[in-house]
């Protein structure tokens, strides 16, 4: 309980801090009782505030980031923290040593612009920033401040449109690119990734044990990334991919010629061992692109392009949601809505048919005669 006594001639606040921990304030000589009041409101209200640690106890910036590292190391995989802890070591220099009470909207701000002005890259800077966030989201949790001051400050803009991100191959592209590998476990892995959406570290991570010949679908269970196998990062990437039966025949066909290696991989390297992705690129992906005569794309355009032409021919985006593996299908939309139509006469006439098809009725008539007229 926070209360004031006097003690010695001067005013001293006696109170506990946002950690149970009993403290004393003793205010100076000539302080009244009624500044000592003041004082005590000020205490009082100070749990919502975060100000109630002596200055010299209030950690910097650096020491509740390692706090926030440490407790990050059992919820995240050891290559994602390796990344983040990377990241602290070399990209908060100038909030370090402030006072993490001292952080406030404009401290971040200014932060944002000099990593600009350096010229980070804006992906970069967006992984940065989320780490930030989630730091000063742990300094509220543990009381060492009272709000989160980075929820107000204003975010780096990333000017390009979502449109010059994904590049898509038209299918007279695909089969073009298709018939320029020779190799038959490429060929098979490509058209894998352009007819299942998967991820580039999911068919690395493949095993033929995945592989349900009765049911036709390729079973995702698994990443190979940075060297090591890891499970897949959520529950919804976790999945059960349908296989068309162009692509089933020619899996069937690789298998008989893939080499037994112990790994079971479905795509393995010549000594057994997974593919690495860089020499995949390099060695093969990008030299069949330019083969084929195709503009340099991302191994990731093949998982675009499948979901475009799903959404293209009709499909539900919840079904292309489920096959992606994304968390929702909302994260499905954000990612491909530009590619939706954006006029639809066929959806509307199938509206039109449920209502009126049974209707004969002077206003059906009406409304088939106004479109014969305008075409």
């Not at 001293?12 to 302080?31: C, P």
């Not at 780490?131 to 107000?152: C, D, F, K, T, W």
């Not at 061992?273 to 020499?279: A, F, L, Q, R, T």
Request: aromatic content about 8%.
């Amino acid at each position: 309980m926070t209360c004031i006594t006097k003690r010695r001639g001067r005013w001293v606040i006696d109170f506990y801090d946002q950690f149970g921990v009993r403290r004393w304030k003793t205010l100076k000589a000539e302080a009244t009782k009624t500044k000592a009041r003041e004082e005590l409101r000020t205490i009082e209200d100070a749990p919502e505030k975060g100000f109630l640690l002596p200055k010299s106890k209030v950690p910097t910036f650096s020491e509740v980031a390692k706090e926030w590292l440490e407790y990050k190391k059992s919820k995240v995989r050891e290559t994602d923290w390796e990344v983040i802890e990377g990241m602290l070591r070399n990209h908060f220099d100038d909030l370090n040593e402030q006072k993490i009470t001292r952080i406030t909207t404009a401290t971040i701000e200014k932060y944002i612009t000099a990593k600009q002005e350096k010229g980070v890259h804006i992906l970069t800077l967006r992984k940065i920033l989320v780490s930030l966030g989630q730091i000063m989201a742990y300094a509220v949790r543990h009381r060492y401040v009272g709000h989160n001051p980075y929820r107000e400050a204003e975010k780096p803009r990333d000017q390009r449109t979502q449109e010059k991100e994904i590049n898509i191959l038209t299918p007279p592209q695909i089969r073009a690119f298709l018939n320029a590998v020779e190799n038959m476990k490429f060929k098979t892995l490509f058209l894998t990734a352009i007819m299942t959406g998967g991820r580039q570290e999911e068919l690395l991570g493949a095993k033929w044990e995945d592989l349900d010949l009765e049911k036709k679908q390729l079973h995702i269970q698994r990443t190979f990334n940075n060297g090591r196998f890891f499970p897949t990062k959520t529950k919804g990437s976790k999945r059960k991919i349908d296989l068309s039966p162009t692509l089933l025949r020619e899996l069937k066909k690789w298998k008989l010629a893939c080499p037994k290696t112990e790994l079971d991989l479905i795509f393995p390297n010549n000594a057994g061992g997974p593919i690495d992705k860089n020499n995949l690129i390099k060695r093969e992906f990008d030299s069949t692109l330019k083969k084929a005569g195709i503009e340099r794309i991302r191994f990731h355009d093949l998982r675009h392009t499948y979901a475009s032409l799903m959404i293209e021919q009709g499909e539900s985006i919840k079904y292309i949601q489920t096959q992606l593996g994304h968390s929702s299908p909302m994260v499905t939309l954000n990612v491909y809505a530009h590619l939706m139509k954006e006029t639809n006469q066929e959806a509307v006439m199938r509206l039109e048919n449920t209502i009126f098809k049974e209707d004969g009725s002077k206003m059906v008539a009406e409304i088939k005669k106004d479109l014969i007229q305008n075409g």
